[in-house]
């Protein structure tokens, strides 16, 4: 039977739709996957598209394929086939429209995919550049139009835009650092992890368990500092007979439902390990959390062995933004400070990476950078696959 191509305006909800589609794969695949990211043209906003939202789900090293796509079928996942030639494998899942319900289209991927990094670059490219989003929304409500009734030709037409985007995606001139870093120190909640929005899903949700109102100025105060100046704040904003360490009970108790559920790797971590693993550069992983909290964060991911040292709290005298934490990483890595390169995503990882005299590297998650960090940071950059290109060569 042959369906219409459809191509509609943007429509804000589908985030919130990748979201709770997202949350379904998870419990579908429990323990299996590496980060499940939204691509294709529901992912830019602003974008017209096909009213299907494109789902990339890729599995950890050493799963079987074979097992997963057996749970997505049994779950109504509608097999389409392997794709791309790399070990893609597609899946539908109808939607119904008239209740607001889009439909998915799932791509099961191996580690290191081809296909899934391709449609990233091109994802991001679209999402950075207006003028390329623009035309490639021309393109498509014109293909739609001669090519109503054959989604096959109206993919294919698209190709030679797609590659042509990607390319002069992957010729463009990299930021560059000051020097080539002999070690690489990775902060993890929002860096390694996608788990600052779940802390602050979950803060606001214990606030409202507690008849409080957790606002951004509470939250955003506690990013990247240790549980001490976390107490210290909601002290200074709630009063100081304020239980805080009551309240940190009931907020890790909904954090650790959300991130059972929830919890994804950022993109880019796995491609720049495998760069570090190619060049033999030491590698560790600086944080805020204690040790029990990296081991549980971590451990489903299997990419602890990967990192030679984990400093977490404990490790040092004073936590971010005061330079011991990278100091003390620099010490076990046995790299003087200024030719370590330190990745993170908050204010105070960056001040205390760069009072560290380490070439530091803002990665945004929920903050953008403020001007003082601009002016701290030696780069700022979009994603972690950005940074494998600090090692071409």
Known sequence: MAYRVEIVDYNRAWPQHFAEAAIHLREILK???????????????????????????????????????EKLERAGYEPRGARYGDGVFAFLLHGNPEAGNPGYRVYLCPP????????????????????????YAALKKQLAERYRYNGDAYTAAKSAFIA????????????????????????????????????????????????????????????????PNIARLLRDHYGDDFDADAFRVTWLEHFDQLMALELNL?????????????????????????????????????????????IAQGDYAHGKPAPDPYLTAAAKLGVHPKDCLALEDSHNGIRSAASAGMMAVMVPDLLPPSDEIRAMATLIIDDLHQCCRFFAG
Request: glycine share 6%; net charge negative; with cysteine.
């Open 266 to 310: 950022k993109a880019g971590v796995l491609a720049l390990l495998d760069v570090l693993d190619q060049y033999n550069i030491p590698r560790a992983i600086c944080t805020s959390s204690n040790h029990s909290q990296v081991q549980h964060h971590l451990a489903d991911f299997g990419i602890l062995p990967r990192f030679h040292h984990i």
């Open 164 to 227: 042509k985007t990607i390319q002069r995606s992957e010729r463009t001139p990299s930021p560059m650092l000051p020097r080539p870093p002999k070690a690489v120190i990775f902060d993890m909640d929002g860096l390694i992890l996608d788990s600052e929005i779940l802390y602050r899903k979950s803060v606001i949700s214990a606030g409202e368990h507690n008849g409080l109102l957790v606002g951004a100025s509470v939250y955003e105060g506690m990013l990247g500092q240790p549980w």
């Open 112 to 135: 290191h995919c081809e296909t899934h990094l391709k449609r990233m670059i091109f994802r991001d490219c679209l999402r950075q550049d207006t003028d390329v989003a623009q035309a």
């Open 31 to 69: 323990g299996t996957i590496s980060h499940i990211d939204h691509v294709g043209s529901t992912a830019v906003p602003g974008l017209a598209a096909k009213p299907k939202i494109d789902i990339d789900v890729t599995v950890i090293a050493g799963t079987s394929i074979s097992d997963a796509c």
